[in-house]
C-alpha cells in the first residue's frame, strides 16, 4: 500500500474549519483514501473515503487532487469532540486488504 | 447505527496464562480483523480472516495466536501464552464483503499482561 505524509499536529479554532492535508505520492489507480480518528484510545472511527471524486458525508469532506497524489480532509466546524488523531490511509482493493496506520495528525481544537 | 463490539473492556492476567478476546461484527460484514496498539504506538494489524480462514496475518500473529469464528456471531483472538509485550489494546474490525468498504472498528479491549 502507499504510504502517506501527514503533518504531526495541527491547531483549530472551535466553529472553523479544520483542513487535514495528507500526501500520497505513490497511490495507485486501485487503490482509495480512507480517513479515520482515533479519540484518546478508543477504537479508530471511520470518516469518509474515496478513489478520485471528492465526497461528502455528514461529519466531513474530502478533496483528491486531480492526480490523486494529495487529499484533505474537511471538517467543516470544528468543535471541541473532534479532537483526535486524524489517520489518511491508502488501502488497495481486492481481498483482505489490511490498513496500514501511520502516526497520523493531532489535531487539537481550542475555543 | 450497527456497531462492533468487544467485550472485555479491559482484561489483566498473569503472564504465561492464556486469554481469549471476544468480538462480535457487525451481523452482515465478512471480513474480519484484529489489530492492536501498545500504549504510545500506532496501530498495527494482527490478522484478517475470510471465509472461515486467515486471509492474512502480519509477523506480530505468531504461533502463540489463534483467531477463531466459533458460531455466526462471535469472533475471537486467542493468546494461548501470554507475555508481558502482549500488553496492549487490542481492537476487532469488520467490513462488507464489497472490497472497498471501510472496515468498523470496536472500541477495543485493553490487555494487561502483570
Known amino acids: 500500500d502507499a504510504k502517506t505524509t501527514q503533518p504531526p499536529s495541527m491547531d483549530c479554532a472551535e466553529g472553523r474549519a479544520a483542513n487535514l492535508p495528507c500526501n500520497h505520492s505513490?497511490?495507485?489507480?486501485?487503490?482509495?483514501v480512507y480517513w479515520y480518528r482515533q479519540i484518546h484510545s478508543q477504537g479508530p472511527q471511520y470518516i469518509i473515503h474515496?478513489?478520485?471524486n471528492n465526497e461528502t458525508n455528514e461529519m466531513a469532506s474530502l478533496i483528491i487532487t486531480e492526480d490523486r497524489k494529495s487529499s484533505t480532509l474537511i471538517l467543516p466546524h470544528a468543535t471541541l469532540r473532534d479532537t483526535a488523531v486524524y489517520y489518511c490511509?491508502?488501502?488497495?482493493?481486492?481481498?483482505?486488504?489490511?490498513?496500514?496506520f501511520g502516526t497520523g495528525t493531532r489535531l487539537q481544537v481550542t475555543l | 447505527e450497527p456497531e462492533v463490539t468487544q467485550t472485555p473492556s479491559h482484561q489483566v492476567t498473569q503472564m504465561g496464562q492464556e486469554v481469549i478476546l471476544r468480538c462480535v461484527p457487525i451481523s452482515n460484514h465478512l471480513y474480519f480483523y484484529w489489530y492492536r496498539q501498545i500504549l504510545g504506538q500506532k496501530v498495527e494489524f494482527l490478522v484478517s480472516?475470510?471465509?472461515?480462514?486467515?486471509?492474512?496475518k502480519s509477523e506480530i500473529f505468531d504461533d502463540q495466536f489463534s483467531v477463531e469464528r466459533p458460531d455466526g456471531s462471535n469472533f475471537t483472538l486467542k493468546i494461548r501464552s501470554t507475555k508481558l509485550e502482549d500488553s496492549a489494546m487490542y481492537f476487532c474490525?469488520?467490513?462488507?464483503?464489497?472490497?472497498?468498504?471501510?472496515?468498523?472498528f470496536g472500541d477495543g479491549t485493553r490487555l494487561s499482561i502483570l
Open positions: 480472516f475470510y471465509n472461515n480462514e486467515i486471509s492474512e
Open positions: 490511509i491508502v488501502r488497495k482493493t481486492g481481498t483482505a486488504s489490511k490498513l496500514t
Open positions: 505513490t497511490i495507485s489507480g486501485n487503490e482509495y
Open positions: 474515496g478513489l478520485k
Open positions: 474490525a469488520s467490513r462488507e464483503e464489497m472490497s472497498n468498504q471501510p472496515q468498523h
